[in-house]
């Protein structure tokens, strides 16, 4: 299949300029194409998985990714779909960021230089921190009518509460990025999410106006449940990528409890399965569908932790939700014994743990029947853990899907 079809067929694409050009380009021969991540922290979020997961497509199917990590852009910070001026980042905590990165991105691209299609990792850094003002807006600025950057749909929200000149130069600067990647690597595609779409637009408008040559933008729809609510949000907050942030358990369980509606789309945006079998497991209905979360859940936590790291984690589940007994792979907080004697109650522990967001979340919880310890329902909001059951390990269960285990310090 033409590598834009392969996109098409599995959900991913949302908006694109000259279809027939680029899908015949992609016939044509290899296409260089990019993707940029602000490094506003420390690690990729789910948010980020769908544009990565699209550029191991087109890289499998023969085209060569650049992975372009602002260094310099996220000085600056995107305004698309925000309401606030974004905290400026130092240029050490930038470069921290853009290292976290690159290290997650080779869990998904293929960076073997012997290939003709090498993932590329670049950093506008290298090129928007040294750049000389004057002669940007000589070359670049004056191509630009602020007319038609008013009317853009990332800054008509922000208007109404003020937008700095700051944030006003970033399409400027993104649309800069693609022109000189362009020049450096041949790049004729700029791909990413569709809240990018004003921006990407400019860029390869800017090519096209300046050079006279070829240039495309390609956007992939977000990653929304069915009903229009963004997915990747969590009691603990975003969904992340490292596992210090959100646990492979966390992880798998998110997806193993995805509505039914949305598992078909999952599977085709997140997992490598073949097209056949995406539709035969979104297929089913009532409790067979659990067979297609399971499925749902393992790929995706085999492709962001490996398959160790899946295997734990389905087992973990299995073993609490099938036969009701903790299991060596369960979330675990160790509790030492300084730690329990200076607090003991179970509320304060479930929001340590994240189970809840605070301790009086964790208390209306109780209150309202939906905790147990050990399999026994807790009715008490004051309830205590006691040595004597931290060294045998209590599993706390809140609700049918959060759970955590509390033991002892060894």
Same mark, same amino acid.
Request: hydrophobic share 40%; with cysteine; glycine share 8%.
């Given at each position: 299949?033409?590598?834009?079809?392969?996109?098409?067929?599995?959900?991913?694409?949302?908006?694109?300029?000259?279809?027939?050009?680029?899908?015949?380009?992609?016939?044509?021969?290899?296409?260089?194409?990019?993707?940029?991540?602000?490094?506003?922290?420390?690690?990729?979020?789910?948010?980020?998985?769908?544009?990565?997961?699209?550029?191991?497509?087109?890289?499998?199917?023969?085209?060569?990714?650049?992975?372009?990590?602002?260094?310099?852009?996220?000085?600056?910070?995107?305004?698309?779909?925000?309401?606030?001026?974004?905290?400026?980042?130092?240029?050490?905590?930038?470069?921290?960021?853009?290292?976290?990165?690159?290290?997650?991105?080779?869990?998904?691209?293929?960076?073997?230089?012997?290939?003709?299609?090498?993932?590329?990792?670049?950093?506008?850094?290298?090129?928007?921190?040294?750049?000389?003002?004057?002669?940007?807006?000589?070359?670049?600025?004056?191509?630009?009518?602020?007319?038609?950057?008013?009317?853009?749909?990332?800054?008509?929200?922000?208007?109404?509460?003020?937008?700095?000149?700051?944030?006003?130069?970033?399409?400027?600067?993104?649309?800069?990025?693609?022109?000189?990647?362009?020049?450096?690597?041949?790049?004729?595609?700029?791909?990413?999410?569709?809240?990018?779409?004003?921006?990407?637009?400019?860029?390869?408008?800017?090519?096209?106006?300046?050079?006279?040559?070829?240039?495309?933008?390609?956007?992939?729809?977000?990653? @929304?449940? &069915?009903?229009?609510?963004?997915?990747? *949000?969590?009691?603990?907050? !975003?969904?992340? $990528?490292?596992?210090?942030?959100? #646990?492979?358990?966390?992880?798998?369980?998110?997806?193993?409890?995805?509505?039914?509606?949305?598992?078909?789309?999952?599977?085709?945006?997140?997992?490598?399965?073949?097209?056949?079998?995406?539709?035969?497991?979104?297929?089913?209905?009532?409790?067979?569908?659990?067979?297609?979360?399971?499925?749902?859940?393992?790929?995706?936590?085999? @492709?962001? &932790?490996?398959?160790?790291?899946?295997? *734990?984690?389905?087992?973990? !589940?299995?073993? $609490?939700?099938?036969?009701?007994? #903790?299991?060596?792979?369960?979330?675990?907080?160790?509790?030492?014994?300084?730690?329990?004697?200076?607090?003991?109650?179970?509320?304060?522990?479930?929001?340590?743990?994240?189970?809840?967001?605070?301790?009086?979340?964790?208390?209306?919880?109780?209150?309202?029947?939906?905790?147990?310890?050990?399999?026994?329902?807790?009715?008490?909001?004051?309830?205590?853990?006691?040595?004597?059951?931290?060294?045998?390990?209590?599993?706390?269960?809140?609700?049918?899907?959060?759970?955590?285990?509390?033991?002892?310090?060894?």
């Amino acid at each position: 299949m033409n590598a834009y079809d392969i996109l098409k067929e599995r959900g991913f694409v949302a908006q694109v300029t000259y279809e027939d050009e680029l899908r015949k380009a992609f016939d044509d021969g290899m296409v260089t194409f990019y993707t940029g991540f602000d490094p506003t922290a420390d690690s990729l979020h789910i948010g980020h998985y769908i544009p990565v997961m699209a550029m191991a497509h087109l890289q499998r199917a023969g085209h060569r990714p650049i992975a372009l990590m602002g260094g310099g852009t996220g000085m600056i910070g995107d305004p698309s779909g925000k309401t606030d001026l974004r905290k400026v980042l130092t240029v050490e905590d930038i470069d921290h960021n853009v290292a976290c990165f690159k290290k997650q991105m080779a869990n998904f691209l293929d960076f073997d230089e012997s290939k003709p299609n090498c993932a590329i990792i670049a950093n506008n850094a290298d090129w928007l921190r040294t750049l000389n003002y004057i002669d940007f807006l000589r070359d670049v600025g004056a191509l630009f009518s602020v007319n038609r950057m008013l009317a853009a749909e990332c800054y008509k929200q922000r208007l109404e509460r003020g937008l700095t000149f700051l944030e006003f130069n970033y399409m400027l600067m993104q649309s800069y990025d693609f022109l000189e990647l362009n020049h450096r690597y041949g790049c004729t595609l700029q791909t990413g999410g569709d809240d990018q779409w004003s921006n990407m637009l400019s860029g390869a408008d800017l090519i096209r106006r300046k050079d006279g040559t070829p240039a495309f933008a390609l956007t992939f729809k977000l990653l @929304l449940t &069915h009903d229009g609510r963004k997915m990747g *949000k969590t009691e603990k907050g !975003a969904l992340w $990528l490292d596992p210090n942030k959100c #646990p492979p358990y966390d992880f798998y369980q998110y997806w193993r409890n995805v509505d039914d509606a949305d598992v078909e789309k999952c599977l085709a945006l997140l997992t490598f399965l073949p097209m056949d079998e995406v539709r035969r497991l979104g297929a089913l209905k009532d409790s067979a569908i659990n067979e297609a979360k399971r499925v749902l859940a393992f790929e995706v936590t085999k @492709l962001i &932790h490996g398959e160790e790291e899946a295997t *734990k984690a389905q087992n973990a !589940a299995e073993a $609490l939700f099938g036969a009701g007994k #903790p299991s060596s792979d369960a979330p675990t907080t160790v509790v030492s014994a300084a730690e329990l004697a200076e607090e003991s109650r179970l509320v304060a522990w479930m929001a340590r743990a994240g189970m809840t967001k605070s301790n009086g979340e964790a208390r209306k919880a109780i209150q309202q029947g939906g905790v147990s310890v050990n399999d026994e329902k807790v009715t008490d909001p004051d309830f205590r853990f006691t040595a004597e059951m931290l060294a045998d390990g209590a599993l706390v269960r809140k609700g049918k899907k959060t759970f955590h285990k509390f033991v002892s310090e060894k």
